[in-house]
């Protein structure tokens, strides 16, 4: 169990930034609304495993605390995106986020 | 006590709040007893402090506890700055405070009768009102801001109450003349009140003047700050060169001429004087600034009023004259003696402008004395009046104004012969120029329209009763400082004594003069006054054609003082017309040209600006998020590089 | 070296299926690839020692919230294939702009000098009775508000998904 010094913490910085950016991407190229909430999920579970990863390697339990707050914030953030999507759907029969254009200039 | 000096100005305030803000839908009634009423209370409840301060002056072994100061709150404390909201109850303030509400009450009773059919009835009295407000609050203040407070609060009422009738042009040029010369007067104390806080920390009077008295005599920095002092009682009260303001203001209603523009507002440059005496008697080469500022203005004034042919006019160079004495008292270092004729002079210089304002009254509205005469039988009670009033300022005994103008006169006698000299000129020209503008009001045939005529009557009781009483205590105001010549114990000097106590012990006094010497000064002056009375009389009521029109030849110099030695339109010349013409090329050329084309140009930048980029404002998320990332990634890129 | 393998053996998994989130075409596959990823970071945790993380997050993540986005998922009837995907040029930008950031991610985190564990690890920190002591003692007032939070969004997705319009 204790021999996580094998592993350095570099590993850890690439694999998050790694998902991280895979999270970005869905983002940037996804349509529907539902896919890109997941890839927030994705993203916001690379900042978590990178906080949890810092705070064992500096041995201070402050770190895995803000996990908890973290996941807090997006279960809320999540219960209401989801809400938002099934009225969008309700309303315009749709989750493109393409069709959401009406707030321009 | 303290709840009594709260109430003091406190109920003028009211007063003030209650008419201004009901304005048009209080009856006249409720206002005539509203406006007087609250003076009236708070004549009453000074009456009680005085009464308490002399009585505490008998079980206290000390003469009076100059240190009675009664703190309201903590105004305003900053670092070192610390100003409350306090009162100072001392001889002088009290002094003040009678004469303030004890004047300004029968000029309000009097204010009831002669603004009876002016639509702007309420608006008036929450003027005065107010103005009796910061008048009171200047008299009580323990420290300089809250003076100041009073002092610009004065000259706010003042400005609005020469403007009353604004529909009239001239009236408010005349207002706005009267604020702008105020204003630069008004600078002067605000930086001598920056320099006092420099030098000694504080703005309270008592530390002050505790910390003076320990000062070596001719210090710069007090030079420096009583100069700059005595420019803001140069502004307010209406000294060369600041002096044009106060006969423009007689544009105003005459009881405001009468209450503020001759017994009260005007005067506080004195009282500020005499409260900072010991600071004053510390630079004595402000002293001499000051002397002679104060007799220059008292004998150039006196000399204007001679040929002056507005009543109201004569009134307010008069006034100015009789304000130069004050500070020529003051600058010899007789406090008392200012404090003495401002009081007198209050009275008779109230009682002289309420009985022209009883005779414009009669005639209905003509203000020329060239087109009045013959009063005497239509209007007696103001005849009578006129007369006590006249003969006090003339300084006959044992009128009020002989007393106090003697003493001032002895007091320079002592000082410095030269002084005596001029002020005794002076009081010549006073007697002259006053008796000319009685003799042309109330004597021979009436010099008016038909239709002027036969309106002449006598002025209703609401106004002619503060006459008499003003003209009781014009008669009998001397008796408050008789001298130890005719029998008299001072009583004044010795209530206001402890005020001036510290300033005594520093300045030198000069030895008193004998009983002989006394007599023979105030029999001198006396026969000089009577001599141009009787001159005054041969010229303007024996001598047929006494006055002369205005196109008549003159003499070079009678023409240049009759036109006001043209300093109004040296004043026009050298400060009016260039800065017009400055502000008229800064508007012309800077404003237009530059400023508002680069004010326009911003505008327009920024209405381009807006219509092109408001496109990135697709609505489409994806885009935003691109834009998101791209911002990220600039960040860090730039956060490598740095 | 053991863990060593148990960590590539996971990561690679989290980002296989992170990968196939965005690949699947119908919403389903992805709701469930993301799961696997879910269980491939609780794996990571029991690795750093986290174990109540672990289970903490296999709680909410893999419990209450893939049920939500299935939930959804069912609700919308969205298991058609449609083309949820932008237009080509769409998908090489932004596969530019994430590359980019990621090598910027990398490069910034290559600079910046990680100091390396120099204890021996306690597996100390990571049990309930620790963080429950830090939890209620140290951050018991943002613990307390995140229960408000909780309500708050609570009431505001009930709100959202009602049906009639308010």
Known sequence: MSNLATIPIEYYLVFCSVLFCIGVFGVLIKRNALVILMSIELMINSINLLLAAFSAYTNDPAGQIFVFFIMVVAAAEVAIGLAIVVLIYRTTHSIDIDVLNKLKW | MKLILILIPLLPLLGFLFLGLGFKSIPKKVTSIVGPGTILASFILSIITFIHLTQQAGTQSSLFPHSDVYTLFSWISIGSLDISFSFLIDPLSVLMLLVVTGVGFLIHVYSVGYMKDDPGYNRFFAYMNLFVFFMLLLVMGANYPIMFIGWEGVGLCSYLLIGFWFKNHEYNNAANKAFIMNRIGDLG????????????????????????????????????????????????????????????????????????????????????????????????????????????????????????????????????????????????????????????HAFFKALLFLAAGSVIHAIGGGQDIRNMGGLRKKLPKTYWTFLIATLAIAGIPPFSGFFSKDEILSKAFEFNHVTWFALAVGAFMTAFYMFRLFYLTFFRAFRGTEEEKHHLHESPAVMTTPLIVLSVLAAIGGVLNIPVLFGGENWLSGFLAPVFADAMAVKVQPAALSHATEWLLMATTLAGCLVTIFWAWRRYVKQENGLLPDEAKRSLLVQLISKKYYIDELYDFVFVKPSLWCSRYLHQVVELRFIDRIVNGVGQVVIWTGNTVRYVQTGNVGFYMFIMILGIILILFFNILI | MFTEYVFHFLSIMALFSAVMVLASKKPIHSVLFLTMTFFAIAGHYVLLNAQFLAVVHVIVYAGAIMVLFLFTVMLLNLNKDERSLKPMWVKIIAGIAGGMLMLILVGVFREYDVQSAQDPMTTQIGLVKNLGKILYHDYLLPFEMSSVLFLTAMVGAVLLGKKEQI
């Open chain 2, 189 to 344: 104390f605000l930086l001598g009140m920056f320099l006092l806080f420099t030098t000694f920390q504080s703005l309270n009077y008592q530390d002050i003047f505790s910390q003076a008295k320990g000062m070596t005599s001719g210090n710069g920095t007090l030079v420096a700050i009583t100069l700059l002092l005595f420019i803001g009682a140069v502004g307010k009260s209406a000294q060369i060169p600041l002096y044009t303001w106060l006969p423009d203001a007689m544009a105003g209603p005459t009881p405001v001429s009468a209450l503020i523009h001759a017994a009260t507002m005007v005067t506080a440059g004195v009282y500020m004087i005499a409260r900072s005496n010991i600071l004053y008697v510390l630079s004595p080469a402000t002293m001499e600034i000051i002397g002679i500022t104060a007799i220059t203005t008292a004998l150039f004034a006196a000399s204007i009023a001679i040929f002056q042919n507005d009543i109201k006019k004569i009134l307010a160079y008069s006034t100015i004259s009789q304000l130069g004495y004050m500070f020529a008292a003051l600058s010899i270092g007789a406090f008392t003696g200012a404090m003495f004729h401002l009081t007198t």
